[in-house]
């Protein structure tokens, strides 16, 4: 999916309900600033994973923390979709990948006027790495690849796309 794809979708569920063959959940492998201008605005809520989920609450046993993910995300989703936004942005979502968080999570709030993006940053460490609690590694050869495995290659969206798509 390119940059342009997913602005037109995001547009479509503003209008109305956006066609049924797309899953929406989607990973945009790119800078968070890069995301402007993609979606619109007034379509979309947007949250930082770390700010939902702070390193001082972070459970000490590592096997633990995917299931707190996934309590933090839910209680995210349900405030999201009591609002009037159709696209939930989340920011910092290696997290996701660094833990193995099902992303099942996310399949319900998703429907034909609602969607979600992951923000993955590019490149080696996350920016946001300072955030987290020192034991806490990532292996950046293997954040994308949780996202393609777990959502499909047709819902990696490379903020570059945009580009290719137009050249």
């Not at 602005?7 to 109305?16: D, F, I, T």
């Not at 899953?23 to 201008?37: Q, T, Y």
């Not at 300072?130 to 034991?135: E, I, T, Y």
Request: overall charge positive; some cysteine.
């Amino acid at each position: 999916m390119t940059a342009n794809d997913l602005e037109e979708l995001a547009r479509q569920m503003v209008a109305g309900p956006a066609p049924k063959p797309y899953k929406k959940v989607f990973a945009w492998v790119g800078r968070p600033d890069s995301l402007r201008g993609v979606i619109p605005t007034r379509a979309m809520a947007r949250k930082s994973l770390l700010d939902l989920c702070p390193a001082s609450e972070i459970p000490s046993k590592e096997e633990a923390v995917p299931r707190w993910i996934e309590r933090r995300l839910s209680a995210c989703l349900d405030e999201v979709a009591a609002g009037s936004r159709y696209v939930l942005v989340l920011d910092d979502a290696e997290v996701l990948a660094r833990y193995r968080v099902p992303l099942a999570v996310f399949h319900r709030f998703q429907g034909d006027r609602r969607a979600v993006v992951l923000v993955v940053a590019p490149g080696a460490l996350p920016e946001h790495a300072g955030r987290l609690p020192s034991w806490t590694r990532f292996d950046p050869n293997h954040t994308v690849e949780y996202f393609q495995a777990a959502l499909g290659e047709q819902c990696i969206v490379a903020s570059d796309r945009r580009a290719h798509a137009e050249a």
